[in-house]
């Protein structure tokens, strides 16, 4: 019975693709494999509360139970003038230029934010892309997978190394493990799809100079808090100091550092700083594996909402609003766990 009862929530996890509903399932399952609340709770980066409530439901009403429930009746419909100050919004304004602080590309979240701070109607943002659509707007994305993975070595570390990371970090082995990446921005960085009219073409005015800068940021995975650092190049220096800030900003205690596999980062300065400081150990990623690396997910927040479809024409003002994202986000250690962390758990499934 047991078997069965996981095997339906297994395949429930494979077919939905809404990740408040995979939580549900998640939590449920690891429940019934022998998990404590609070481990689950600790997984999945919710209460403990949280996390009885699921289990509580799925015991009393079965999988179905766990299924989100839609909301009663349909919001206001906006009139035709409210429609084509939208539109015309979305055309010729930036968030930041209408109110939202360091948010440069137009999202299905925050027009809905728009439409309720404007005319106080409440839209969920399928609600928003229905009606992007039916206004003449569409959006379209591309993604990327790399083929060079090794699935054995990435199936080690999800199934072996992170959990006796995790594992080592509950015992008090551990006292800081903490993802790192680096990522450089340009004054001129990618373009990227957007909500605009059918046919038509955002464009971007740019003045000819294309400066850059060098981002490092690590991610503590147990607080969600964020440290970053800007250097003009990337080397072993510039990374040297990142890492020496990192030994500064936790000035005690074991420090455990995932990162990639790149030249940079294995460098003799760095074998020779490491010995120097062993209270600083690093774990290396499977090669060609960023989805492992939650910081990867922070250069795409970073880029869609401040960097692309944007040209800064003085290079300062891309450093003031990285840096604003950064402290913003460093505020909101909840949603950095729920929209980084939590999908690294996911990945082991």
Sequence with gaps: ?????????????????????????????????????PEIAKIIGRTRQTVMNYCHAYEEGGISSLQMKKPTGKPEKLTEDQQKQLAET????????????????????????????????????RGVSKMLHRLGFSYTKATYTLAKADPEEQKAFKEVTFPKLKQQLENGIIDHLLFEDEAFIRAYQALQYNWFPKGQQRKIKTYGQHKGAKLFAAINYETGEITHYEEEKSNSLAFRRFVE????????????????????????????????????????????????????????????????????????????????????ASQKSQEVIDRLLVRLEMSKT
């Design 1 to 37: 019975m047991l078997n069965q009862e996981l095997e339906q929530l297994r395949n429930a996890m494979q077919n939905t693709r809404d990740k408040r509903l995979y939580e549900r399932y998640l939590s449920v399952l690891l429940h019934l494999e022998g998990r404590t609340y």
């Design 90 to 125: 979305i055309i010729n304004k930036t968030p930041a230029e209408v109110g939202f602080e360091a948010k440069y590309t137009w999202t299905l979240p925050l027009i809905a934010d728009w439409i309720q701070r404007e005319f106080q109607q409440s839209y969920t943002p």
């Design 245 to 328: 800030l990192i030994l500064s900003k936790y000035p005690q205690g074991k420090i455990v550092m995932v990162l990639d596999n790149s030249k940079v980062h294995q460098s003799q300065i760095i074998k020779d700083f490491l010995k120097e400081n062993p209270r600083m150990e690093f774990v290396f990623l499977p090669k060609y594996s960023p989805e492992l690396n939650p910081v990867e997910g922070l250069w795409k927040w970073l880029k869609q909402d401040v960097v692309n479809n944007v040209f800064f024409s003085k290079f300062y003002q891309i450093r003031s609003h990285v840096a604003e994202f950064m402290k913003q």
